[in-house]
């Protein structure tokens, strides 16, 4: 059966490779083409990986509706194990799903960054914001007491 198989795949090439056509491809046949409407500008950018990563999340959940159909008919035949089972399948396909999300595969809008929600603060950085903040209002450094404030008791 392995030697009919590559046989018939070794002969699959020999064939196309043979009877494919020689023609070089032009620049019409190269262009893309959209239901019959010629494009007049280029694509600003290419299609973004979230595009794919949605397609793909699709996939995997069809496929397992494809294997959940036959499951449901003979639900009452497999009994407790096959309730087991399907259980199992589920569960890793929705920690696949939770995995996808928290990595934004279904975030459409702008990029949001990520900030602490505490910052890290310290007593130094505490004392330069706000000789920053007293700097700003008093250019002039008219505080008697301003080279004090550097400095940490």
């Known amino acids: 059966m392995i030697i009919l198989g590559a046989l018939f795949a070794g002969l699959s090439f020999v064939a196309s490779g043979i009877l494919a056509p020689r023609k ?6 190269l262009a893309p083409y959209e239901c019959g409407i010629i494009p007049t500008k280029d694509l600003p950018q290419r299609f973004p990986v979230r595009f794919y990563l949605v397609a793909m999340i699709f996939v995997i959940f069809d496929i397992e509706i494809v294997f959940l159909y036959p499951w449901a008919v003979v639900y009452k035949q497999l009994g407790t194990f096959g309730l087991l089972e399907v259980l199992v399948f589920a ?22 960054k990520w900030r602490p929600a505490v910052s890290d603060r310290t007593v130094e950085n505490t004392i330069k914001r706000i000789v920053a903040q007293e700097s700003a209002k008093n250019p002039s450094g008219s505080h008697a007491d301003s080279a004090d404030h550097g400095k940490v008791a």
């Open 91 to 112: 569960g890793i396909v929705f920690v696949t799903f939770l995995y996808l999300v928290s990595n934004g595969a279904l975030d459409w809008g702008p990029v949001k």
């Open 24 to 29: 070089k491809p032009s620049r019409a046949k």
